[in-house]
């Protein structure tokens, strides 16, 4: 049976790669049970924002928090798109923005609430990188996911000539 200062050392490790948030399968997989998560819940180490995501007491809820927690809520496959790719990509239009959304293939029933999701039927490994630690749409693949932003803000201001 695996220790409580076992599966501490393991939710500090786990809730280091994700700014904070744990996830019961990572848990599981490093080697806790799940009678120690629910003491851990119960003490107030792992505060519940859904069934199976955690943040662990001591993290605060930043957005990159939010953001592993939208990507572990859409499930397998799932990657940081649009306005959220914009801000990790450093697309200075969209560098203070505070969405959560994420993009998963088409074809899962399970409801998304820790953030916005968007499915696709198609998202070839080419179209998926790595930013900052997290699964996210290419640059390109942003860029075009982004061109019909109806957001009223990022239309942008009408060329002046100032000469």
């Not at 819940?41 to 809820?61: A, S």
């Not at 990790?88 to 820790?114: C, F, K, M």
Request: charged share 25%; net charge positive; proline share 5%.
């Amino acid at each position: 049976m695996t220790s409580l200062v076992d599966v501490e050392a393991a939710l500090t490790a786990i809730a280091k790669r994700h700014h904070g948030i744990v996830t019961t399968d990572s848990a599981l997989h490093a080697g806790a049970t799940l009678e120690s998560l629910k003491h851990h819940e119960r003490r107030g180490r792992l505060i519940r924002l859904k069934r199976g995501i955690y943040l662990v007491r001591g993290h605060p809820l930043t957005w990159e928090a939010r953001l592993w927690a939208g990507l572990f809520d859409a499930g397998p496959g799932a990657v940081v798109a649009l306005r959220s790719a914009g801000r990790l990509h450093v697309v200075w239009q969209y560098r203070n923005t505070d969405a959560i959304e994420v993009l998963r293939p088409r074809g899962s029933n399970h409801r998304v609430t820790l953030g916005r999701l968007r499915e696709t039927t198609l998202l070839p490994a080419a179209h998926v990188t790595e930013v900052a630690g997290f699964p996210v749409t290419t640059l390109a693949r942003t860029c075009f996911d982004l061109a019909g932003d109806p957001d009223p803000e990022l239309r942008g201001v009408p060329w002046r000539d100032e000469a």
